[in-house]
């Protein structure tokens, strides 16, 4: 089994930044990715970005150049530096951890990009 908890979202002007935090506890050795996945209101939920257990990475092309995934393994947990924020932006984002035998995801953070 493996627990994820996600911080770091709030309030935040068109143009400015964000770092969401995913931390893992439980069985982290067995995770292979790590996703971060976001849900706008009406929508459905969206692939963001994605950091494997080798240190690949790939974006959605939406984010591409303005978000950028990263991962301490000693802290077992996963960041997603967001910047150049839109208003297009806002959504719940959700953490995402991948095993051999199970996707495990965390309980969702709330960016919301306005003036």
């Known amino acids: 089994q493996v627990q994820l908890v996600e911080s770091g979202g709030g309030l935040v002007q068109p143009g400015g930044s964000l770092r969401l935090s995913c931390a893992a506890s439980?069985?982290?050795?067995?995770?292979?990715?790590w996703d971060w996945y976001r849900q706008a209101s009406g929508k459905q939920r969206e692939f963001i970005a994605r950091?494997?257990?080798?240190?690949?990475?790939n974006y959605a092309d939406s984010v591409k150049g303005r978000f950028t995934i990263s991962r301490d393994n000693a802290k077992n947990t996963v960041y997603l530096q967001m910047n150049n924020l839109k208003p297009e932006d806002t959504a719940i984002y959700y953490c995402?951890?991948?095993?051999?035998?199970?996707?495990?995801w965390g309980q969702g953070t709330q960016v919301t990009v306005s003036s």
């Open positions: 439980g069985s982290t050795f067995s995770i292979y990715a």
């Open positions: 995402n951890a991948r095993t051999t035998i199970s996707t495990y």
């Open positions: 950091i494997t257990s080798v240190g690949s990475t």
